[in-house]
Nanobody, 127 residues
């Protein structure tokens, strides 16, 4: 059974950076479509960034300039989300997700298409 566990959240000030990570067990990340989603207080969960099975990144949110970078370490079976220049609007619970074999390594914005999920890590951006 696949297990995803996020870590690396916390309380930071505007302008800071954070590197949440997600350790995966029971599922090999190579060739998987993996993604980060987030849910802000009072809002629906929405996509942030996705990495296709071939290693190409796709932005899941409508943003002119992305401050988010997704990556993975296959040897460690771990995925990462580097967030730069954090803003108060980035306050949310951040979740990692994987589509599973049926996803054929393709990214999608719909969270319902992701089979495996972590429990989330809280990021709070405040003065």
């Amino acid at each position: 059974q696949a297990q995803l566990e996020e870590s690396g959240g916390g309380m930071v000030q505007p302008g800071d950076s954070l590197p949440p990570s997600c350790r995966v067990s029971g599922l090999i990340l190579e060739h998987q479509a993996i993604a980060w989603f987030r849910q802000a207080p009072g809002k629906k969960r929405g996509g942030v960034e996705c990495l296709t099975g071939r290693g190409g990144s796709e932005r899941l949110r409508d943003s002119r300039k992305s401050r988010f970078t997704i990556s993975k370490d296959i040897s460690a079976n771990t995925m990462f989300l580097n967030i730069n220049s954090l803003e108060p609007e980035d306050t949310a619970v951040y979740y990692c997700a994987a589509r599973g074999a049926s996803g054929r390594g393709l990214c999608t914005t719909a969270d319902t298409n992701y089979t495996h999920w972590g429990r989330g890590t809280q990021v709070i951006v405040s003065l």
